[in-house]
């Protein structure tokens, strides 16, 4: 590959959407802490669509938020095998995960943009159609050649996720901060055994 990798811009949204919902849904640890799920639901469903471009005109009801929780458990599986190299698992989840959200491909255009494939569920609501979408925006990164690409944090009690779209494939951090804290790390380690 030469340059960035480039998920067209759908794809390239709901894989976002996908990470902020394993990150800010799923417990377990971040930048070296201890990570709860938050307990309202709503508000961090409200919280991750914002923080990919999409904010809420108001809390999404508790019902889709409650669903997008337990699909951010069933993604982080997805996410966790791919960075084992377990393609077998996360395409097993991912099939379960498109049977299960109905999802279906259909051509929408935006105002002022060309039409591009967007995938939905049965219906309109919010769960719905970002279930589906995220379903089938790991199942395009799977089955091609980018499903390395997904990955999670090598930073000690660091397990969030994020999709490596740097030019080299070589991503191995969820953030600088991870990054920086593990240099840190092994700066002082060096230090002190000399």
């Not at 960035?4 to 919902?21: G, I, K, N, P, T």
């Not at 199942?139 to 009690?157: I, K, Q, Y």
């Amino acid at each position: 590959m030469t340059g960035q990798v480039s998920f067209d811009s759908h794809a390239r949204s709901v894989l976002a959407a996908s990470v902020e919902y394993v990150n800010r849904l799923t417990p377990g640890y971040s930048g070296g802490a201890e990570y709860t799920a938050p307990t309202d639901e709503q508000q961090a469903v409200a919280d991750a669509l914002t923080a990919v471009g999409y904010p809420p005109a108001a809390l999404p009801p508790a019902e889709d938020s409650h669903r997008l929780v337990q699909l951010a458990a069933r993604m982080r599986i997805v996410f966790e095998a791919a960075s084992a190299g377990d393609l077998d698992t996360a395409a097993t989840e991912i099939n379960a995960l498109l049977l299960d959200t109905n999802a279906r491909p259909q051509l929408d255009r935006g105002k002022d943009r060309p039409w591009s494939l967007h995938f939905h569920g049965p219906d309109e609501q919010l769960a719905n159609g970002w279930a589906a979408g995220c379903a089938a925006g790991l199942a395009l990164a799977v089955g091609s050649d980018l499903a390395g690409r997904l990955g999670v944090c090598a930073a000690p009690n660091c397990d969030r996720v994020f999709v490596d779209v740097s030019k080299n494939g070589q991503r191995r951090f969820c953030s600088p901060q991870c990054q920086s804290r593990v240099k840190a790390a092994a700066h002082r380690a060096r230090q002190s055994a000399t």
